[in-house]
């Protein structure tokens, strides 16, 4: 933190359940030489890794599907949606957190796993970075049904869809995840089935 346009920052706490939100005031020296207050609400709940498992031979990706009650609240009328498997690190670093994640949610051990971006996923309000990886996967490295951890009453859907298959439900705003976006995309442009 070494900006020195910005001072006076103050952190009041306003919610600490599970993550931590806090109120952000500070002043900021706009671009014009103008010193101003600026008020900023801020949520931390730690950084994140997704991944995209794709089988070049099958033409295949493996998402999941499931509950995500904020979009129930903003227009998603069933509340489920579909995502490239995804976990919060904790006390993991990247690369592990996501192997970890991948057999939790999707059922698949996977030991190499390749990472293709690093993005802040809401920088106006959320902390989070969220790393984002690709992995090939195949039939015999699954090692249980997915589905997610019992102690965090996850109850994910495995799916397994062709990968033109999920640029269709994309295009048609069925998946509207913007991680899951993002790596799909990075798989296209990037012709990730061809090479
Ligand atoms: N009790 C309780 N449990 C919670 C709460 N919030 C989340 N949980 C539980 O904690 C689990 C965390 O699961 P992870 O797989 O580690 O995280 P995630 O929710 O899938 O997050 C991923 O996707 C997010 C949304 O795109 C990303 O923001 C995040 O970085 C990560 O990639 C959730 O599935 C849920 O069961 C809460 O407020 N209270
Ligand atoms: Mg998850």
């Known amino acids: 933190m070494s900006n020195t346009r910005i001072k006076n920052l103050k952190k009041e706490l306003l919610s600490h359940h599970r993550y931590t939100l806090n109120k952000l005031t ?10 101003v207050t600026q008020i900023r609400e801020c949520y931390d709940r730690g950084n994140g890794a997704v991944i995209l498992l794709y089988n070049k031979e099958k033409q ?6 499931q509950l995500r009650i904020p979009t129930y ?22 690369e592990d957190c996501i192997k970890k994640e991948t057999e939790e949610e999707t059922g698949y051990r996977i030991n190499h796993v390749k990472k293709v971006l690093e993005a802040y996923s809401s920088p106006g309000t959320l902390t989070e970075i969220l790393h984002y990886f690709i992995a ?30 999920a640029i269709e439900l ?26």
Do not use: H
């Open 170 to 195: 994309m295009k048609r705003g069925e998946i509207k995840d913007l991680k899951t976006v993002c790596l799909l995309q990075y798989a296209q442009i990037n012709n990730i089935f061809k090479n």
């Open 60 to 65: 295949t990706v493996v998402l999941t599907r």
């Open 73 to 94: 609240m903003n227009g998603n009328s069933e509340g489920l949606l579909i995502e490239a498997c995804a976990g919060l690190l904790d006390d993991d670093n990247p």
């Open 26 to 35: 500070f002043d900021y020296q706009l671009n014009n030489g103008e010193w």
């Open 136 to 165: 090939e996967y195949s039939s015999d490295m699954r090692v249980n049904k997915g589905g997610g951890a019992k102690n965090e009453t996850e109850d994910i859907e495995v799916l397994e869809m062709p990968f033109k298959e």
